[in-house]
């Protein structure tokens, strides 16, 4: 099975713009998450989705938002950057059991100046 | 929210030498998982445990889920260099609508010297 894949892989952006970043999760995952990892604060949850409902949000502004396609895509919007925005963001997808297991992409690498 | 407390934070260790890391908290969890990160990729799941006092290898990494689920640890017994990155401990407790959230600890970056 192809693993999640991320896309884009890097991204530049300045301050006040917005960012859209993509993930394909393992075929047959139906649930999505997101992470945001910087140095200091580690893996912070963002929000998980579910047959294209999001189930469960994390601690982040409105800023950051995201959907989920019939198909189980999934995206994930940041509007009006801002520096402290630089992060690696990680999507994540599992199969519908309650075994915890995520399996990560390699994320994408956001840089806000 | 729940918090991991995860430590050490760093290590830097022979070749050959036993790894031991550790992540405590204050709520307790249904499901104890260990990552591991290499540099520019998304963590990779290592072990998962599922019972309070479970013990669980894999290769030469061993985890263990405390009896009083707060708590894990993981050992890496006779590093070789490809061990060097960061180690992630989570604790998954259900969060409602069908949804069990996972909370990351802030991971142990552990670098072998050769």
């Known amino acids: 099975k192809a693993g999640v894949t991320q896309t884009p892989r890097y991204l530049i952006k300045t301050r006040g713009q917005q960012v859209t970043l993509s993930c394909s999760p393992i075929?047959?995952?139906?649930?999505v998450s997101w992470y945001q990892q910087t140095p200091g604060q580690g893996l912070q949850f963002l929000f998980e989705y579910f047959s294209e409902t999001q189930r469960n949000k994390g601690n982040f502004p409105g800023r950051f938002s995201g959907r989920q396609f019939s198909n189980s895509r999934s995206e994930m919007n940041v509007s009006t950057l801002e520096l402290g925005d630089s992060a690696l963001y990680l999507c994540?997808?599992?199969?519908?059991?309650?075994?915890?297991?995520?399996?990560f992409g390699s994320g994408t690498q956001l840089s806000v100046l | 929210g729940q918090q991991l407390n995860q430590s050490p934070q760093s290590m830097f260790i022979q070749e050959g030498e036993d790894v031991s890391m550790n992540c405590t908290s204050s709520?307790?969890?249904?499901?104890w998982l260990w990552y591991k990160q290499d540099p520019g990729e998304g963590p990779v799941l290592l072990i998962a445990l599922y019972k309070a006092g479970e013990l669980t290898s894999n290769g030469r990494l061993t985890a263990q889920f405390g009896i009083t689920r707060k708590d894990s640890f993981l050992n890496i017994s006779a590093s070789i260099p490809s061990d060097v990155g960061i180690y992630f401990c989570?604790?998954?407790?259900?969060?409602?609508?069908?949804?069990?959230?996972?909370?990351f600890g802030k991971g142990t970056k552990l670098s072998v010297i050769p």
């Open positions: 075929s047959g995952h139906r649930s």
């Open positions: 994540a997808s599992s199969p519908v059991d309650i075994s915890g297991k995520l399996f």
């Open positions: 989570a604790g998954q407790a259900y969060s409602g609508a069908g949804s069990y959230q996972l909370t």
């Open positions: 709520s307790i969890f249904n499901t």
